[in-house]
Nanobody, 125 residues
């Protein structure tokens, strides 16, 4: 059974940093695009960042550019999201996502085949 398990969320003050991790099990994702989404209360789930299977290509939502960095360690079957200079508007449940495809980058929910259970990130002002 495929599982994506996120960790690293928590409650921090504005300006702080967090590093989210997503460990995959049940199959290897080293040949698949992966990404991070988030969903705030009352809002739709939105892309935060995506990364190609090799890690050579990345995509960031405008809200994440310059503050967040997505990376992956295919030997560990893990993808990361380093979040710096956090703002209260970053508060949301953050979801790890993966696609069966080795082509391109995840930029929309339509490309996602697997979801993690989510980890809460709360940024206080």
């Amino acid at each position: 059974q495929v599982q994506l398990v996120e960790s690293g969320g928590g409650l921090v003050q504005a300006g702080a940093s967090l590093r989210l991790s997503c460990a995959a099990s049940g199959r290897t994702f080293r040949n698949n695009a992966m990404g991070w989404f988030r969903q705030a209360p009352g809002k739709e789930r939105e892309i935060v960042a995506g990364i190609s299977w090799s890690g050579s290509r990345t995509y960031y939502a405008d809200s994440a550019k310059g503050r967040f960095t997505i990376s992956r360690d295919n030997a560990k079957n893990t993808v990361y999201l380093q979040m710096n200079s956090l703002k209260p508007e970053d508060t949301a449940v953050y979801y790890c996502a993966a696609t069966r495809s080795s082509i391109g980058i995840i930029t929309t929910t339509q490309r996602v085949d697997y979801w993690g259970q989510g980890t809460q990130v709360t940024v206080s002002s």
